[in-house]
């Protein structure tokens, strides 16, 4: 049996932060192997057995992350903040977070066992999701919101650059946004996790991955043209640091991929 799954997109304040929240139930018998993308995005994990619940916060990736089947629960919510979109949750800058596997009590205190028990103590997988986003909504009308001063420029930057055709250099996007380069570095390490720069090479590398997957023989050549590589030896060796393998053996390996990490 393969593991069944479904999607809620917040409402409300909550949209401008987050993607989305997916509960994803394992079958007895299904493959539960899961990889990662990067994609400068962190993500919220709730998982649960029978007998216990856990949490954790994904930071944002400059790598592939791989989880084997056999240590994937039978029940996984998780929530997946755009883009910039998780510092308001967790009172660090997310920085702190990048490359690394965080324990929400160690973020939330007390706060992050509460509702860990309220969870498990929940029957339907649709309660539990209703109880994440409202503590997470909650989480943003509270005072304790880490709110940068510098936030709004990372925000105008981020849209930049992923609506952008061609992605800019990072001192003319600090130009256009009027602050200095340190000053728009700084600012991505304390919204994204990750410098501007490493996240236009992330975005770069997502919409080749994209187009890749529009086409039932995916010209590399073509693709790097089009998505901003230098030449086709340039997107393998950029597939090769971010992922560990040649872009083909990527496609190869795709249907153990998590798509959604490439369909924004």
């Known amino acids: 049996m393969t593991p069944s799954s479904f999607q809620h997109a917040p409402t409300g304040p909550l949209s401008g932060f987050i993607r989305g929240i997916r509960a994803v139930e394992r079958g007895p018998h299904g493959d539960g192997a899961y990889v990662r993308l990067p994609d400068g995005e962190a993500e919220l994990i709730f998982r649960f057995t029978p007998t216990r619940g856990d949490a954790y916060v994904v930071g944002t990736r400059l790598r592939v992350f791989h989880k084997q089947g056999d240590d994937v629960p039978p029940l996984a919510i998780a929530v997946r903040f755009k883009p910039g979109g998780a510092y308001p949750f967790f009172g660090v800058p997310m920085s702190e977070l990048n490359e690394r596997v965080v324990s929400l009590d160690t973020l939330w205190g007390r706060d992050g066992a509460l509702l860990r028990e309220a969870l498990c103590e929940t029957p339907d997988v649709a309660g539990r999701v209703q109880q994440v ?31 952008a055709t061609e992605l800019p250099r990072v001192d003319a996007l600090a130009r256009e946004l009027g602050v200095s380069e340190r000053q728009l570095r700084r600012a991505f390490d304390d919204v994204v996790g990750m410098g501007p ?4 090479r992330i975005v770069r590398f997502q919409r080749a991955v994209r187009a890749s997957r529009r086409m039932p023989t995916p010209d590399w050549g073509a693709i790097a043209a089009a998505t901003g590589y230098y030449d086709q030896a340039h997107l393998i060796t950029e597939f090769r640091e971010l992922t560990g393998v040649t872009p083909r053996a990527l496609l190869r390996a795709d249907g153990h991929a998590d798509r959604a990490t490439a369909s924004g």
């Open 197 to 200: 720069k490493a996240f236009a």
């Open 133 to 163: 986003e409202a503590a997470l909504a909650g989480r943003l009308r509270s005072g304790s919101v880490f709110e940068p001063a510098s936030a709004h420029v990372v925000r105008r930057a981020v849209r930049t650059l992923t609506r």
